[in-house]
Nanobody
């Protein structure tokens, strides 16, 4: 099993910044074998992809809605993945989830409990 714990959520005004962290642990967790992703779900909406990063950290992927504003990174020595969020907008308000999947898996297998991000105008 892999456990994921998010932190760093909070409330900011439009244009503000936050950095989310996701600490991974578990007997079977191996950094380089897992692709890590961030997803979000706003009230009344479906969960959507935000960003992902390969096991090595070399390859990153971002949703069009956050490109240029959010940056995903990871520190494999600390088993932690980050999401730096800049120029936040009210439409970024959501619960943000960290997820992990083995590199040969089609779907994300493990999910954190989520952390709330609220952006007010």
């Amino acid at each position: 099993q892999v456990q994921l714990v998010e932190s760093g959520g909070g409330s900011v005004h439009t244009g503000g910044s936050l950095r989310l962290s996701c600490a991974a642990s578990g007997r079977t967790f191996s950094n380089y074998a897992y692709i890590m992703g961030w997803f979000r779900q706003a009230p009344g909406k479906e969960r959507e992809f935000v960003a992902a990063i390969s096991g090595s950290g070399i390859n990153t992927y971002n949703a069009a809605s956050v490109k240029g504003r959010f940056t995903i990174s990871r520190d494999n020595a600390k088993n932690t993945v980050y999401l730096q969020m800049n120029s936040l907008k009210p439409e970024d308000t959501a619960v943000y989830y960290c997820a992990a999947k083995n590199s040969d898996s089609a779907m994300y297998d493990y999910w954190g409990q989520g952390t709330q991000v609220t952006v007010s105008s």
